[in-house]
């Protein structure tokens, strides 16, 4: 087998829609020589997800789909397409060696039925009407097979709607509208209410949904990227007919949407990763492509120059990183490098072409106004800080600096990482966030963002106190101050029955521009130990070597450790920790002086670094009441002439913060 490089992607230039089409191919080509005889089955790596290897070979046939349906659809030619309509046929075909089989309960291949029918409704010639009528029928049967199967109470409802769009398209009897619409209503509801303006924060989050009931508390790509927002427009251009109302509603939730939306992007394109599936890299920015691809007007300030510099800048963060491919050109498991502990286990080979998301905007003609505009950089009349109420974020600009500011969210379920996608304070577009790999040390815990806490009472067996515990459900977390300049995320969590911790997370005030602060209040009934990390950046210094080695302790040039403060910078940037004085919070405080130290942590722990080290703050509680309050510190590569200035600007804690207790 010839060996092929993802040359079309990687050394791609991403400034035109041509550029665009050329990236696209980049990620089909190196699929041809894993593609069964018959087309139906893609193969591509050995590892597993929870669901069985037939389902494994569609999904990596079907998501390059989201890709190769809008490039025809806008009029754009792709050499390898019959690989993908012979392999329609004989996916369906329940007389066939490749039969996908049909859909039981709650299976993957709803999930794969989104992106088939996709293709069939966006480009109904290619994919169906130039089949035979024996391959149509199986077709049409095989989408019909997930109406009256059970199927997960959250954005899977999506799927079916999209099976049935495509059966109504193609005027199939198996077409169900009493079970799309009651989909549809459901999928309704898990929208948030629109919520009223407050002081000078003008712009409202009627746009956002939940992925589920109201129990879930989860607002991530999926609520918008992933899949929620991208199916409610392509919903819209459809159904502009059939729906109208309906139709403008999804297009003005969009135009809402993003407006919040366009706060979790830099000014260089990257994204700020935060949640579940971040393995599906670039369709992060599919909520924009789609913008394109379905005519949903930005709303002002964004216009479609706007949108066309996010997607092609984005893609450009991309672009160059060939960490993200296998030898052979097939895309890998992970973020910015192959990573496993970057998955979920719904994640297989093939899972990563959910990415192909991202081509959307191809089924734009070439004269549609996205392509046609000038690309322009991120709308700089957009406030350095915004408060997001629905997700419970506050988003910052400061000192070169991306990031999010986070209470609220949290897994609802026991999914791998849970407490490090969701219930971290903060998350970085430049430093990324870290995955644990495991919980009996701080390098195993990888707990950048978050306070960690361990039981040192007198007598605790050593097998219990080695377990360190992080936040994981905030409760009565709230966005205090919304719209002035005290603004701040509050929240309390319990990391043991006896143990209860309020926290503050304040945004960089302008003397401080690359710090952020924190303060929690801990009231504990027991003896404790903690530490308390800030941003994660590259772990290997300018001589090459580790910062920090990993068993003799020494550290290279770059990292420093004293009492009271931490900071690593490396070519990832310069971040660091600093123990600030609490006295001004409280008259009968119990100090604390904690002392710095780099943690080396595990291996690929961070999306960004696959080696990464974390400066810490280590303290000791006794029990009774006590405030620590930390200045978190980060400044990116591009900022390097001013690391050593912005780190001398040391925040205090707010006087102010009492107030609210």
């Known amino acids: 087998m010839v060996l092929l490089s993802p040359t079309a992607f990687t050394e791609n230039p991403f400034r035109t829609r041509h550029d665009v089409a050329e990236g696209l191919k980049g990620l089909l080509d190196p699929l041809e020589p894993h593609t069964s005889l018959g087309g139906a089955c893609i193969n591509i790596g050995s590892t597993a997800a929870h669901y069985d290897t037939r389902a494994v070979a569609l999904e990596t046939f079907a998501r390059p789909l989201w890709g190769l349906a809008a490039l025809l659809a806008g009029g754009g030619e792709y050499e390898g397409t019959a690989r993908w309509v012979r392999g329609l046929a004989n996916g369906t075909d329940p007389r066939g060696e490749e039969y996908w089989g049909a859909s039981k309960a709650k299976d993957q291949r709803m999930v794969e039925m989104s992106p088939l029918s996709f293709a069939i409704a966006l480009a109904p010639d290619v994919f169906y009407t130039s089949q035979t009528l024996e391959a149509q029928r199986n077709i049409a049967a095989f989408l019909a097979s997930c109406m009256t199967q059970p199927m997960p109470d959250t954005n899977w409802l999506w799927f079916r709607v999209f099976a049935n769009l495509a059966l109504r398209s193609i005027g199939s009897p198996h077409h169900n509208p009493g079970r799309m619409a009651a989909d549809l209503e459901r999928l309704d509801s898990f929208q948030l209410p629109p919520h009223l303006p407050v002081g000078d924060d003008l712009i409202g989050s009627a746009g956002w949904s939940r992925d589920g009931p109201e129990d879930v508390k989860q607002l991530d790509y999926y609520s918008s990227s992933f899949a929620i927002q991208v199916a409610q427009m392509v919903y819209a251009k459809l159904c502009a007919e059939e729906d109208p109302r309906?139709?403008?509603?999804?297009?003005?939730?969009?135009?809402?949407?993003?407006?919040?939306?366009?706060?979790?992007?830099?000014?260089?394109?990257?994204?700020?990763?935060?949640?579940?599936?971040?393995?599906?890299?670039?369709?992060?920015?599919?909520?924009?492509?789609?913008?394109?691809?379905?005519?949903?007007?930005?709303?002002?300030?964004?216009?479609?120059?706007?949108?066309?510099?996010?997607?092609?800048?984005?893609?450009?963060?991309?672009?160059?990183?060939?960490?993200?491919?296998?030898?052979?050109?097939?895309?890998?498991?992970?973020?910015?490098?192959?990573?496993?502990?970057?998955?979920?286990?719904?994640?297989?080979?093939?899972?990563?072409?959910?990415?192909?998301?991202?081509?959307?905007?191809?089924?734009?003609?070439?004269?549609?106004?996205?392509?046609?505009?000038?690309?322009?950089?991120?709308?700089?009349?957009?406030?350095?800080?915004?408060?997001?109420?629905?997700?419970?974020?506050?988003?910052?600009?400061?000192?070169?600096?991306?990031?999010?500011?986070?209470?609220?969210?949290?897994?609802?379920?026991?999914?791998?990482?849970?407490?490090?996608?969701?219930?971290?304070?903060?998350?970085?577009?430049?430093?990324?966030?870290?995955?644990?790999?495991?919980?009996?040390?701080?390098?195993?815990?990888?707990?950048?963002?978050?306070?960690?806490?361990?039981?040192?009472?007198?007598g605790v067996e050593a097998s219990d106190s080695d377990i360190w515990r992080v936040r994981r459900v905030a409760l009565n977390a709230r966005i205090v101050g919304r719209g002035t300049e005290r603004m701040h995320l509050r929240s309390g969590w319990r990391p043991f029955p006896d143990v209860y911790v309020e926290t503050w997370l304040v945004p960089p005030a302008e003397e401080s521009p690359n710090y952020y602060v924190r303060v929690h209040k801990i009231t504990t009934g027991r003896t404790l130990d903690t530490a308390e990390a800030g941003w994660a950046t590259y772990g290997q210094?300018?001589?090459?070597?580790?910062?920090?080695?990993?068993?003799?302790?020494?550290?290279?040039?770059?990292?420093?450790?004293?009492?009271?403060?931490?900071?690593?910078?490396?070519?990832?940037?310069?971040?660091?920790?600093?123990?600030?004085?609490?006295?001004?919070?409280?008259?009968?405080?119990?100090?604390?002086?904690?002392?710095?130290?780099?943690?080396?942590?595990?291996?690929?722990?961070?999306?960004?670094?696959?080696?990464?080290?974390?400066?810490?703050?280590?303290?000791?509680?006794?029990?009774?009441?006590?405030?620590?309050?930390?200045?978190?510190?980060?400044?990116?590569?591009?900022?390097?002439?001013?690391?050593?200035?912005?780190?001398?600007?040391?925040?205090?804690?707010?006087?102010?913060?009492?107030?609210?207790?």
């Not at 993200?324 to 998955?343: H, P």
């Open 246 to 458: 309906r139709a403008r509603a999804y297009e003005q939730r969009a135009k809402d949407f993003v407006k919040d939306f366009v706060f979790y992007f830099d000014d260089d394109g990257n994204a700020i990763p935060f949640g579940r599936s971040m393995v599906y890299r670039f369709a992060v920015i599919a909520t924009f492509s789609a913008m394109a691809l379905c005519n949903v007007e930005p709303p002002a300030p964004l216009t479609w120059g706007h949108l066309k510099g996010l997607v092609l800048r984005h893609l450009r963060t991309w672009s160059g990183n060939r960490d993200i491919f296998r030898s052979d050109g097939t895309l890998n498991i992970g973020y910015a490098y192959d990573n496993m502990y970057a998955t979920e286990n719904y994640n297989a080979p093939g899972s990563p072409y959910w990415a192909c998301k991202a081509f959307l905007c191809l089924g734009a003609p070439l004269n549609h106004p996205f392509w046609t505009s000038d690309e322009l950089p991120w709308p700089s009349t957009m406030p350095r800080i915004k408060a997001l109420p629905d997700p419970g974020h506050i988003m910052v600009r400061s000192g070169g600096h991306v990031f999010l500011l986070s209470s609220g969210q949290t897994a609802h379920y026991t999914m791998r990482n849970g407490n490090a996608k969701y219930s971290k304070f903060s998350y970085s577009s430049t430093f990324g966030f870290c995955y644990s790999t495991g919980s009996l040390d701080l390098e195993q815990l990888a707990a950048d963002g978050m306070l960690a806490l361990r039981d040192a009472s007198p």
């Open 541 to 661: 210094g300018e001589d090459g070597r580790a910062l920090v080695q990993a068993f003799s302790g020494e550290t290279s040039s770059g990292g420093m450790e004293a009492e009271g403060q931490a900071r690593a910078t490396t070519r990832g940037g310069s971040v660091g920790v600093v123990d600030l004085d609490v006295t001004r919070l409280s008259a009968g405080f119990n100090g604390v002086k904690r002392r710095g130290k780099l943690v080396q942590s595990d291996p690929n722990s961070n999306a960004i670094f696959s080696r990464s080290v974390l400066p810490t703050l280590l303290g000791h509680l006794e029990p009774g009441t006590h405030y620590l309050a930390t200045g978190v510190f980060g400044a990116p590569p591009s900022e390097a002439e001013l690391w050593d200035s912005e780190w001398a600007h040391v925040p205090r804690v707010p006087s102010d913060l009492t107030i609210y207790n």
